[in-house]
């Protein structure tokens, strides 16, 4: 199964990915804690990630919203 990856908008807490019918998916996002080796080699240990859990996005932290690393301070 094909992973869908997105960038949450600030604040963001459902998901607003279409499904096949063109309508928009609504589900919560959850964070997500045990995201395995491939995406801690991308996003480090301990990343801001969610998940939909109606159809399983995945959702990277905005970027606008506080850097809690420091890293991506521009
Ligand atoms: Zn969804």
């Known amino acids: ?3 869908t990856i997105k960038t949450r908008l600030p604040r963001q807490r459902a998901c607003n990915e279409k499904n096949e019918k ?3 998916c609504a ?3 959850k964070r997500w804690y045990h ?3 491939d995406w801690e ?3 480090g240990e ?3 990630l969610y998940r939909c859990e109606k159809c399983k996005t995945v ?3 905005n ?3 506080e850097a809690r690393t420091g890293t991506l301070a521009w």
């Open 22 to 24: 063109g309508k928009i």
């Open 63 to 65: 970027p606008e919203e």
């Open 35 to 37: 995201y395995g080796a």
């Open 46 to 48: 301990n990343a801001e």
């Open 41 to 43: 080699k991308q996003y």
């Open 1 to 3: 199964m094909e992973t």
């Open 27 to 29: 589900g919560h996002l």
């Open 59 to 61: 959702y990277l932290p």
